[in-house]
C-alpha cells in the first residue's frame, strides 16, 4: 500500500528536549515537505527536499532541522523544542513541487511544556 | 508573498444541496489547483486536481478554474453529512529557482446540515 508514515502520532515534552519526528514513504517520490497546522493559521510549510541531499527552507524553519539521506525518510528534527513549536504535523511527498498531488503523512500531534 | 485566500466559514448547507467553495490565488504563474479535504485531526486527503480554464467533473464534485480572475472553485451536489470538513485549496508557489511546493489556503470549514 502506498503510503507516508510518521513517528510518533503523539508527542508530549519540555522545553528544550531534542525530538525527531520522522518521515518514510514508500512511492519512491523525489519530493518531501512538512508542514506545521495551526488553528486560524492553516498549513504553514517548514522545510523541504527535492531529492536526495537537497534540502531547503520554508515559510517557517526557525527552530528545526531537517536532512535527507536516503530518498524515502525525512526526518525533523527539534533541537530544543519550545512550547510555540506546539502543533500538529504533517509530512508530505510528492513526485514534484507543483504539479503531482501531495501525498500526506497521518500527522504527529506535539505538544512542548 | 504568494497567497491563497479562502473564506474560512463555517458554511452551513442543508443535506442534499449544493454546496459552492471559493478559492482566489495571487501567483499568475501558478497552473495548477488542488482541493483537498480534511476532517478534524485527519490529514489532508486530494479531493480534485484542475489545471486548465473550465469545469473538471468526478462524481459529485466539479472544479472550476479561472485563470484570468485568479478564482478556483470547487462545488460539491447532493451534499451529504460525511461531506462536513473543512477544504483547502493549493496551488504551487514559485521562486526564482522554480517551484518549492503547494501554498494553501487556510480552509473553509463546510457543515451539512441533515
Known amino acids: 500500500e502506498a503510503q507516508v508514515t510518521q513517528n510518533p502520532r503523539y508527542l508530549i515534552t519540555v522545553t528544550g528536549k531534542k525530538l525527531t519526528v520522522t518521515c518514510s514513504q514508500n512511492m519512491n517520490h523525489e519530493y518531501m515537505s512538512w508542514y506545521r497546522q495551526d488553528p486560524g493559521l492553516g498549513l504553514r510549510q517548514i522545510y523541504y527536499?527535492?531529492?536526495?541531499?537537497?534540502?531547503d527552507k520554508g515559510d517557517v524553519p526557525e527552530g528545526y532541522k531537517v536532512s535527507r539521506k536516503e530518498k524515502r525518510n525525512f526526518p525533523l528534527i527539534l533541537e530544543s523544542p519550545s512550547p510555540n513549536q506546539t502543533s500538529l504535523y504533517f509530512c508530505a511527498s510528492s513526485w514534484g513541487p507543483d504539479s503531482y498531488e501531495q501525498y500526506f503523512g497521518p500527522g504527529t500531534r506535539l505538544t512542548v511544556t | 508573498q504568494k497567497e491563497v485566500e479562502q473564506n474560512s466559514g463555517p458554511l452551513s448547507v442543508p443535506e442534499g444541496a449544493i454546496a459552492s467553495l471559493n478559492c482566489t490565488y495571487s501567483d499568475r504563474g501558478s497552473q495548477s489547483f488542488f482541493w483537498y479535504r480534511q476532517y478534524s485531526g485527519k490529514s489532508p486527503e486530494l479531493i480534485m486536481s484542475i489545471y486548465s480554464n473550465g469545469d473538471k467533473e468526478d462524481g459529485r464534485f466539479t472544479a472550476q478554474l479561472n485563470k484570468a480572475s485568479q478564482y478556483v472553485s470547487l462545488l460539491i451536489r447532493d451534499s451529504q453529512p460525511s461531506d462536513s470538513a473543512t477544504y483547502l485549496c493549493?496551488?504551487?508557489?514559485?521562486?526564482?529557482?522554480?517551484?518549492?511546493?503547494?501554498?494553501f489556503g487556510k480552509g473553509t470549514h463546510l457543515i451539512i446540515q441533515p
Open positions: 493549493a496551488a504551487p508557489m514559485y521562486s526564482g529557482g522554480g517551484a518549492d511546493g503547494l501554498t
Open positions: 527536499s527535492m531529492n536526495v541531499e537537497v534540502t
